[in-house]
């Protein structure tokens, strides 16, 4: 329609275009959360992309009101909940008082919509589970776990899709995403010379898998990564920012070989250049426990499966 961006165009000239919501650190000079958007997440296995993703919505959620709605395949509920509590809180799981857990997983929830992984979802089928929560963004973690054609014309039709949903419903997306074999051969190690000799590169944006119909069709992209054999380094999540595609409400690519990084901190939430953004959040008293069961380890074969945080502090390899 004729006439329809004039107010755009003149908040534009006069400076008045709002940035996308940040959570206080140096983060958000490279990353802000945008509405009606659609991102790309990219990284190797068993780095903690699925980790920092939860902390990165916890942090949003608590700061600025935001609702996820989350359809995470490879993770169960409770061990989302139990590493949000711990990190909301600041203290280890095991030394909170049962009460506490109760109130915190209650109040936490209001900004969670957890869609459960015990079936194979369509896109649509995903799409619909998004629209009905209301919700401020959602996740796809990861997308090739979703019921669909993989291949060339499948991702592209699975995008557009998406693109779609995000430009009518307003909600943004995000959706996690795994390199190619390419990117984990040798060829992609750091060479000779450097201070981490041997170790595993991140992936380039053109490593994910699935090609560039996800470069092509996505607003921002970020990849994750963590050198996990490293003695030290492997504390600290580097999130290495490639894309942006709307600069004017904030965010930018990060500097090539200086990424963000954000230190494990225990678990206790990430620090990102010794500020923790979650310390700033005043804990909420506002939400009595309910009469729930407690919030127990999920168990398989027997076994208790172990939070991502529980792994690192026990050098559990991944």
Not at 181 to 205: I, Q, V
């Amino acid at each position: 329609m004729i006439g329809d961006s004039a107010q755009y165009l003149l908040d534009y000239k006069h400076g008045k275009i709002k940035k996308g919501y940040g959570i206080n650190c140096d983060l958000d000079n490279h990353l802000r959360f945008k509405r009606k958007q659609l991102n790309i997440i990219l990284g190797h296995d068993n780095v903690g992309k699925t980790y920092w993703i939860n902390w990165y919505f916890l942090t949003l959620a608590v700061k600025h009101d935001l609702k996820f709605c989350i359809w995470s395949g490879e993770n169960q509920k409770g061990q989302i909940l139990r590493d949000m509590i711990q990190m909301y809180l600041g203290q280890k799981f095991t030394e909170i008082e049962d009460s506490k857990i109760l109130s915190t997983a209650t109040y936490l929830e209001q900004y969670f919509n957890f869609i459960p992984n015990d079936k194979l979802y369509t896109p649509a089928d995903i799409l619909k589970l998004f629209k009905d929560s209301d919700c401020d963004a959602g996740l796809i973690d990861p997308f090739t776990g979703l019921d669909r054609p993989m291949t060339y014309e499948g991702n592209y039709q699975f995008l557009n899709q998406a693109r779609q949903f995000v430009n009518e419903s307003g909600m943004t997306i995000y959706i996690n995403t795994h390199p190619n074999s390419e990117s984990g051969r040798s060829g992609n190690l750091y060479a000779d010379g450097h201070m981490w000799k041997g170790h595993l590169k991140p992936p380039l944006k053109d490593h994910v898998e699935g090609g560039k119909a996800f470069l092509n069709r996505c607003d921002d992209m970020f990849v994750i990564h963590r050198l996990i054999k490293h003695e030290t380094m492997k504390y600290y999540t580097m999130v290495n920012v490639e894309k942006i595609k709307d600069m004017d409400t904030g965010g930018m690519h990060t500097r090539l070989d200086e990424p963000v990084l954000c230190e494990f901190n225990n678990g206790l939430g990430f620090k990102i250049n010794s500020v923790n953004p979650l310390q700033s959040v005043t804990v909420s008293n506002s939400f009595p426990a309910k009469q729930l069961p407690l919030i127990k380890p999920d168990v398989v074969n027997g076994k208790e499966l172990l939070s991502f945080s529980e792994k690192m502090k026990k050098d559990i390899p991944f």
